[in-house]
């Protein structure tokens, strides 16, 4: 199979239910940016995090990619048959308790935090926005989506803060507050 098959030539592709949408359609922005993301957490890994903020991203990344079929899929017809692209309240309870789990090692916050620190750290802070971007596609989206891509998204920025956090504090690297 080529990587090309010149179907989006023209400026168009097709979602998942067969209907074609021009490239800069708000659905395929959204996901777009929920493939940007995912390389983005890609990068953080490639720097060597430690085992366990590694497993946590390999899951996100997982997860990611069931987001973006979502978003492709906005007749769901692939939801119900394809149970990897299934997300649910109780992803967003995993994220909500690795965020607990890794606040629980971090100082409290007193103030803003400036992005930066070590390589892997900068680069996470980097994905959080890029997470909060896609967040915003993904609300704008007519007709709604399901709300529970909303909490996923929402939720997963704020672990990509506390795990940049980690990331730093871990390394040694110190925080410069705002």
Known sequence: MKIYTRTGDAGETSLFDGTR???DDSRVDAYGEVDEL???LGFARALVLEPDLDAALDQVQ???FAVGARLADPAERIAERVTKAGLGDADVQRLEQLIDRLESELPPLRRFILAGGTQAGAVLHLART??????RRIVAL???VDPVLIRYVNRLADLLFVLARAANRRAGAHEAEW
């Not at 890029?130 to 967040?135: D, L, M, N, Q, T």
């Open 21 to 23: 949408v021009r490239k």
């Open 38 to 40: 995912n390389a983005w």
């Open 62 to 64: 997982r997860d990611l």
């Open 130 to 135: 890029v997470c909060r971007r896609a967040e």
């Open 142 to 144: 007519a007709p709604p």
